[in-house]
């Protein structure tokens, strides 16, 4: 058993982490010493360490909530762990098309602005009035 340093330390995840996941119930409450102070098992820090790596690749707390249920389901299918990855991995290419074509928008403003002395600036023009960027992108809203 370690207290929770040990555990943050050993896992890559901060103690602050350890203790929100833990309100959280994507991990037990770590056991009490006589002292009080949260202790962890092996156990514990694979859970953590499975977070960790699920939060890398950019899962949801939600989706890293039924990833450890599958993991931890011996009988589950390998096709319900499958259709969520690809489920994720379909919202980050909607996110990096997103990221690309704002990218794009801002490249058209920032090759349009002649970034010398004088006043008018096309970029700021383009962030004043949506319509003047040479590629609209819709916003998060």
């Known amino acids: 058993m370690m207290n929770i340093g040990q555990a943050a330390a050993a896992s890559g995840v901060s103690a ?3 203790r929100h996941y833990e309100g959280l119930g994507l991990i037990r409450p770590g056991a009490r010493s006589a002292a009080g102070y949260r202790l962890y098992a092996e156990r514990d820090l694979h859970a953590l360490r499975f977070i960790r790596q699920a939060r890398v690749l950019g899962f ?5 909530r039924t990833l450890l249920s599958l993991w931890q ?3 589950r299918s390998s096709a319900d762990v499958k259709r969520l990855a690809a489920s994720h ?3 980050l290419d909607e996110r990096i098309a997103s ?3 704002m990218r794009a928008a801002l490249a058209a403003l920032v090759g349009s602005c002649a970034g010398d002395q004088r006043p008018d600036c096309p970029i700021l023009a383009g962030l004043a009035e ?3 960027c040479p590629e ?3 916003g998060p809203d």
């Open 73 to 75: 389901d011996q009988e």
């Open 89 to 91: 991995m379909a919202e």
């Open 99 to 101: 990221l690309q074509a």
């Open 130 to 132: 949506p319509g003047r």
């Open 60 to 64: 949801s707390l939600e989706q890293i």
């Open 136 to 138: 609209h992108v819709p």
């Open 16 to 18: 602050k982490m350890i």
